[in-house]
DNA sequence: AATCCTGGAGTTTTT
DNA sequence: CTCCAGGATT
């Protein structure tokens, strides 16, 4: 967007005399406040892009903005500018900090199901705790972690004998970590934090290096996020944060949505300005997604406007089944897509609950409408890419157990349970990692010689192909790496078909690929080749440069998503379906007397519309194999009747609707032949 | 090691 | 109902 900015967007980039608290709407261009500010500072204000950083919550809104960025900077001027998430801000500075923090080189970033076993276990071992409660205890531990709660504190702060056990586990998954030369996400944040809180030196070279700070859906920041950015900015005030907190939906995951009105009270010349100008949807769409989210308290008042013009009303479905929903919806995009010229790729259908999509799917599929969901197995969760990943983590980090218990065996190397359970056993005795504990002297006491040999043939192997690595060149080593295992023999001998075998080799040969391009757009002289690697590994760790692989398939089709997922995008067409009690708002939601939050979620799936949106509920439900009538949501009473045409509340019987949605298919079905 | 059976649960998700 | 994990069975 080159175009001019509106009054209200013009002070909010041309401010920069103190801290500015940007309040924008859905639709209110906030990405354009943040880039054009970005501009702003390097080219009026002479500020170098290297003291500059914006942070954002996911890779493709950073990806986002730095090309945004780009388009209004040349390149020169934007070199050494920041633009990264919060995580990624993170691994920076703890990699800079590195002996400060009294971690090695090559450290391992544990995701979710790293951290889930490295606890499993310890709740086993240490605690003899029943293992159903590892995701509450990890969930529990994130929270500390997010909200700066240290395991002293936690001890100190239980309330009762099973708090007080997770606290020490807490404190023993720490401790273990740094045994492991780990961190999790949480500790991206929590560490830097902690060691600005400690070292005054350290704090000052990294507020000599960020002088200026922007922070984008600042309603999504947690405790130990806010902490960092105060942390950073010190007394300065220069800081621009941009933010909704109508649009706050993760506070579920930590998020502090009243880290907005927190602002104005640790930064007290803070100027808060409100974009309500909207570019996205009609009035009317507005006007109820405004009349909607005036139900909730508001600490900031704000109400949405746009010059679109009025628009269509909306329309509210109501459908006899959950099956005469989906295919409903299936054929309306049949049918609206022949009458208002468009294409599939201009209709999103946003749900609750990731379970819905799968009868929308059969529906679709059924009609041949081409489709995309967002959501499932990401690309890094696959298994392929775990395998691989597991091979460069032991190689970047020969004390990360966790990867080398995933690839010991993949592909086969005949090495058993109870060698294993032996090496394991060794190992925690010696406090040493698996990888060292092969090539102990003192291990031929416990194991069979078979297994003894296989261990240190591997042992073996991989530091000849650490050498390799760091000897030669690295991308070279890896593929070399790959061959040598035979990788791609062991997905054809493993998977059902030949060509889903292929198909995971090409995203093994993609994430090499990645590395390579890590490796050379980050090229630095004066690191040897193992410290790029190490750094490339972390990077990719984080799924940095590889999660663009998912947005290929933006060709034409119809988006299927949450309503989680569909934040901070726009589609012409909306449909939201399951607008039902106990599916929205959700059944947890209200027993957990969460409604607010719902019901901001609900504003964001009405905020994605431009131009048309429906919504839709089914009068009964399966819900575990039982058929039951359902409620209409509590949101649907909120909106005005005057903007919304309902259709289906006079009873209308299965075989009329039915009827009804034949008739459409079958004059669609004539346009086509 | 691979497969079958049983029981329990059943939101949202990024890094 | 449908999916998963974990135990039991082959």
């Known amino acids: 967007m080159a175009n001019k900015l509106n009054p209200r967007q013009h002070i909010a980039v041309h401010y920069i005399d103190g801290p500015c608290l940007v309040l924008a709407g859905a639709g209110s261009g906030k990405t354009s406040v943040i880039t054009r500010k970005i501009a702003y500072l390097i080219q009026q204000c002479d500020m170098p892009a290297r003291h500059i950083a914006a942070v954002t919550f996911t890779n493709k809104a950073a990806r986002e903005m730095k090309e945004r960025v780009s388009k209004l900077v040349n390149g020169a001027a934007a070199r050494g500018l920041t633009v990264s998430t919060f995580h990624n801000l993170g691994l920076n500075i703890i990699r800079r900090e590195l002996k400060h923090l009294g971690y090695k080189s090559g450290f391992t970033i544990f995701d979710a199901e790293d951290a889930g076993s490295l606890l499993k276990e310890i709740m086993l071992k240490d605690g003899d705790m029943d293992t159903d409660l590892v995701q509450s205890v990890q ?115 930590g998020a502090r949505p009243e880290n907005l ?3 104005k009270e640790d930064f007290p010349t803070l100027e808060v300005i409100k974009l309500e100008q909207n570019y996205r949807s009609t009035a009317r769409i507005l006007k109820v997604a ?54 599939f790729r201009d209709f999103a259908v946003l749900y609750r609950g990731n379970h819905q999509s799968r009868l929308l799917e059969l529906k679709l599929q059924h009609h041949q409408i081409p489709y995309n969901i967002s959501g499932g197995t990401s690309f890094f969760a696959r298994a392929e890419i775990k395998d691989v990943m597991g091979y460069l983590r032991l190689l970047v980090n020969p004390t990360d157990d966790n990867a080398f218990l995933r690839i010991i065996n993949t592909p086969r190397r005949h090495i058993g349970t109870g060698t294993l359970e032996a090496l394991a056993h060794y190992a925690t005795d010696r406090e040493v990692s698996l990888l060292a504990a092969c090539d102990e002297v003192g291990l031929q006491t416990v194991l069979p010689k078979k297994g003894l040999e296989r261990l240190r043939e591997f042992s073996l192997w991989l530091s000849r192909v650490r050498d390799n690595c760091h000897n030669n060149e690295p991308v070279a080593a890896i593929r070399e790496m790959v061959e040598d295992i035979d990788y791609e023999g ?3 001998q493993n998977t059902s078909s030949p060509t889903v075998a ?27 080749n193992e410290e790029r690697v190490n750094q490339a590994v972390s990077r990719l760790m984080l799924q940095d440069l590889l999660d663009r692989q998912e947005e290929e398939d933006v060709t034409d089709r119809v988006q299927l998503m949450t309503l989680h997922a569909s934040k901070g995008l726009e ?55 039982e058929k039951v009538d359902t409620l ?42």
């Open 261 to 263: 009105s927190l602002l």
């Open 290 to 343: 405004n009349e909607l989210i005036a139900h909730n308290p508001h600490d900031f008042d704000k109400t949405l406007w746009s010059d679109l013009g009025m628009g269509e009303p909306l329309r509210l479905l109501r459908c006899s089944t959950e099956d005469a929903e989906s295919e409903r919806v299936a054929t309306e995009i049949i049918t609206q897509r022949l009458r208002r010229q468009c294409k």
């Open 490 to 492: 062991w997905l054809y």
């Open 139 to 253: 969930n529990q531990i994130s929270n500390w972690k997010s909200g700066l709660v240290e395991p002293q504190q936690a001890l100190e702060h239980a309330q009762s004998s099973g708090e007080q056990t997770w606290a020490l586990i807490y404190e023993r998954y720490n401790k273990a970590l740094r045994a492991y030369n780990a961190v999790d996400f949480d500790d991206l944040i929590r560490l830097p934090s902690q060691l600005f809180a400690t070292n005054a030196e350290a704090l000052g070279r990294w507020q000599q290096r960020i002088r200026y700070l922007l922070v984008d859906e600042y309603q999504d920041t947690n405790s130990s996020q806010y902490q960092l950015v105060k942390q950073l900015i010190g007394d300065r005030g220069a800081l621009t944060v941009v933010g909704d907190d109508d649009q706050s939906i993760y506070a579920w995951r």
């Open 571 to 625: 589609f012409p067409h909306v449909y939201l379906i399951g607008m039902e009690e106990e599916l929205l708002p959700h059944r947890n939601s209200i027993e957990e007397n969460n409604i607010e939050e719902e019901r901001r979620l609900t504003y964001v799936g009405i905020t994605r519309a431009q131009k048309t949106l429906t919504m839709s509920l089914a009068a009964t439900r399966k819900q575990f194999g």
């Open 502 to 528: 292929e198909k995971r080799m090409d995203n093994v040969w993609t994430l090499i690929d990645s590395i390579r391009n890590s490796l050379e757009k980050h090229e630095d002289e004066t690191a040897s």
């Open 632 to 673: 209409a949501s509590r949101f649907l009473a909120e909106l005005p009747d005057e903007d919304i045409e309902r259709e289906g509340f006079a009873p209308v019987s299965k075989e009329q609707l039915e009827k009804k949605g034949a008739e459409t298919f079958s004059s669609i079905k004539k346009l086509f032949d």
